[in-house]
């Protein structure tokens, strides 16, 4: 990462709530060829969450404590802030010496941005305002959230105008909160109603939504220059599994999540004369 940091944009897209099973289920059935192309093998690494909710989750991504992989470590993680002792800060990590990563990303001359899409990134009210307050620039509307059913192309749209605004030479570290499989998602199903509810199957139809724009978003930060992605599960949810039904519990399928990060090349420079 100390080659990436400094040369490349960089994104980090959470797909909040998203679980494992249902993404590399798609994956493996072509239903998000947007996003299968830049997956590493075409597949998601399966990965073990930080927290069992937004809030928790994101506390410990923004420290550096990406998703971790789902075997025995310690795993080498690709930021981390300088503490003495830490068993996964390795050759290749981005040490800072601020306490998360957005500060000590921005102490590097990088804009970060943040375009919120959850309750907890809303800027409502003093919890809602805790996670977007470590950016220097934090957008949130209600389009954004979780009841709106186009929330991540109006999401898109607010990042395409984020990077038409900055100054080419400047480099960019843009956070986007993905709302769109959050609860209620009934309505990314083909002649759903409200009263059909949530389920597993209105999950993979959300996804399957995002997908349908995420290529809009790629095609942005990597516009100036390349663009090093995270693509990655916050924690999972339940949908009636063992008799649980949503997250902030400890089951598998809220525990386990899917992950990848990639590089999306920057724009093509003509050779010279």
Known sequence: MNKIVGSHDLLL??????????????????????????LPGGRWERRH?????????????FAGFLPTPACQGPHPRLFAARFAGSESTADGTF?????????????????????????????QGPLGSVLPGLFQESHWE??????????FASQVTRAEEIVAGLPPEQRLFLFLNVSALH??????????????????DSHAAALEYVDRHIGRL?????????????????H???????????HRLG????????????VVDGPRREAAA
């Open 95 to 123: 040490v800072h010496d601020t306490p998360d990563l957005v500060s000590g990303l921005a102490a590097e001359g990088y804009r970060t941005v943040c375009v919120g899409g959850v309750g907890f990134f809303n800027g």
């Open 183 to 200: 609860q209620p998602n009934w309505f990314h199903l083909p002649d759903a109603t409200r009263e059909s509810g949530d389920t597993r």
């Open 218 to 234: 790629l095609a942005a930060m990597s516009s100036r220059r390349p663009c090093f992605a995270i693509v990655c599960s916050d």
């Open 236 to 246: 999972g949810t339940a949908y009636g599994e063992d008799g649980f039904s949503g």
């Open 142 to 151: 209600p389009e954004f959230g979780v009841t709106s059913p186009t929330s």
């Open 49 to 61: 969450a930080p927290g069992s909710f937004t809030y928790a989750s994101h506390q410990a991504i």
């Open 251 to 262: 089951h598998e399928v809220v525990w386990t999540v899917p992950y990848a990060h990639f």
């Open 13 to 38: 897209v959470t797909l909040d709530t998203l679980r494992y099973d249902v993404a590399a289920e798609l994956a493996a059935a072509g239903r998000i060829p947007n996003l299968a192309r830049h």
